[in-house]
T-cell receptor, first 115, second 111 residues
Framework: GAVVSQHPSWVICKSGTSVKIECRSLDFQATTMFWYRQFPKQSLMLMATSNEGSKATYEQGVEKDKFLINHASLTLSTLTVTSAHPEDSSFYIC???????????FGPGTRLLVL | EDQVTQSPEALRLQEGESSSLNCSYT??????LFWYRQDPGKGPEFLFT???AGEEKEKERLKATLTKKESFLHITAPKPEDSATYLCAVQGSGSARQLTFGSGTQLTVLP
């Protein structure tokens, strides 16, 4: 149980284009989903928290107009990186937490490379 | 502000050589302490949640313990497949209920 998927696992795009990453909870309903970014040999950095049906809450320093988050259902959240630039290249990981639960279950991550 | 410090940063063990990883924390109202395993290029895999001092949990060769100031992840007779980065995180009583992660311990088990 508690499986979270992400799609795509790898994406390469040109500078200036937008990229959408999907995060799905496969066997439970996730009232809250989180998006993280991880640089090589570093720990996870929280970007934003999203509750189903509400606007996402962004961490300080994260541009909400650049990283658009939609949590339209209890099993799906999307992160759209708009007008991507090479400095946005990173490993993006989502996690999901069920209502009343404390544990976050993580997806496998999406590697983004912006050329 | 919640803080998590993990030590050592890296640990190399021979197969079968038991050891412990440390996670020291300060948190305002602990709601949970979490251990995850992360393999290169993958998302963290959930291992344990501990909620109160004195609690212990086991899974195969791993055992997690919790005090009011720190948690230990004990690895008994490790195998090469136990090689990974082990992450510790805490969740405080703040309204956001977010996780604060440590920087991880990179474990290498040599055959």
């Amino acid at each position: 149980g508690a499986v979270v998927s992400q799609h795509p696992s790898w994406v390469i795009c040109k500078s200036g284009t937008s990229v959408k990453i999907e995060c799905r909870s496969l066997d439970f309903q996730a009232t809250t989903m989180f998006w993280y970014r991880q640089f090589p040999k570093q720990s996870l950095m929280l970007m934003a928290t999203s509750n189903e049906g509400s606007k996402a809450t962004y961490e300080q320093g994260v541009e909400k107009d650049k990283f658009l988050i939609n949590h339209a259902s209890l099993t799906l959240s999307t992160l759209t990186v708009t007008s991507a630039h090479p400095e946005d290249s990173s490993f993006y990981i989502c996690s999901a937490r069920a209502a009343g639960g404390e544990t976050q279950y993580f997806g496998p991550g999406t590697r983004l490379l912006v050329l | 502000e919640d803080q998590v410090t993990q030590s050592p940063e890296a640990l190399r063990l021979q197969e079968g050589e038991s050891s412990s990883l440390n996670c020291s924390y300060t948190v305002s109202g602990l709601r949970g302490l979490f251990w995850y395993r992360q393999d290169p290029g993958k998302g963290p895999e959930f291992l344990f949640t501990l909620y109160s001092a004195g609690e212990e949990k086991e899974k195969e060769r791993l055992k997690a313990t919790l005090t009011k100031k720190e948690s230990f992840l004990h690895i008994t007779a490790p195998k090469p497949e136990d090689s990974a980065t082990y992450l510790c995180a805490v969740q405080g009583s703040g309204s956001a209920r977010q996780l604060t992660f440590g920087s991880g311990t990179q474990l290498t088990v040599l055959p």
